[in-house]
């Protein structure tokens, strides 16, 4: 089966749409999302970006039109979303757990439960109490991926997915890689699709 990476970080709102819609992805295109975490924050310091409501903060009716653009594919595929107002939320705690709940059978559920924690609702998602309350509120096991999330070889696992999504040109998320063609954004979806539909015909 065709596979395409996806680099993510919980932080990102706009990583979290296309996770919403991920299943339509892949039954579109009859390939698998291969879900790779990384931290966003590490990834803007490599590469000298900036988040976009720091780097477009002086441009004039730049982040209402990205907030419309967002609104738009919220509406079009019925994502029910609430903008965190912890925002920007630290994740660097959830995101170990991630790379440690990778290898288990729990995987896409831990994922699902923290993207809907930080953006249905509003959870403030670098607060210990909150992520073990959470975690266990939804049947996982929250004392081990809690334990797991601390050990040296997830830490610098981490940093070492972070490191190898910039050697492979990622400079923010969400970015799906297609073999080595990356795209970029939740703008450049259809473009990905057509490009997976071309190399599988």
């Known amino acids: 089966m065709q596979t395409f990476d996806f680099i993510y970080d919980f932080g990102s709102p706009n990583v979290y749409l296309i996770h919403k819609i991920m299943s339509q992805i892949e039954h579109r295109t009859g390939s698998k999302a291969n879900y790779i975490p990384v931290l966003l924050g590490g990834i803007f310091k490599l590469t000298n970006n900036k988040p976009p409501l720091v780097q477009f903060s002086g441009i004039k ?3 209402e039109y990205d ?6 594919f919220i509406q079009k595929y019925d994502i029910p979303f609430k903008f965190n107002s912890h ?3 630290m994740t660097t705690s959830v995101m170990r757990g991630a790379l440690y709940a990778q290898n288990q ?5 831990y994922l699902d439960i923290v993207f809907d924690a930080i953006w249905q609702h509003n959870l403030k998602m670098d607060d210990p109490e909150i992520i ?5 509120n939804a049947g996982l096991p929250a004392a081990e991926i809690m334990e797991g999330a601390e050990q040296d070889n997830i830490k610098k696992g981490l940093f070492a997915t972070t490191q ?8 923010g998320a969400p970015t799906m890689f297609v073999g080595d063609e990356p795209f970029f954004g939740k703008d450049s979806l259809d473009e990905m699709i057509n490009w997976i539909d071309a190399k599988t015909q």
């Open 105 to 109: 059978d729990y995987y896409g559920q």
């Open 61 to 63: 009716g730049k982040i």
């Open 87 to 89: 925002f920007p939320v």
């Open 164 to 171: 190898a999504a910039v050697d492979r040109g990622t400079f």
């Open 67 to 72: 907030q419309r653009v967002m609104h738009r």
């Open 132 to 136: 073990k309350t959470t975690l266990e």
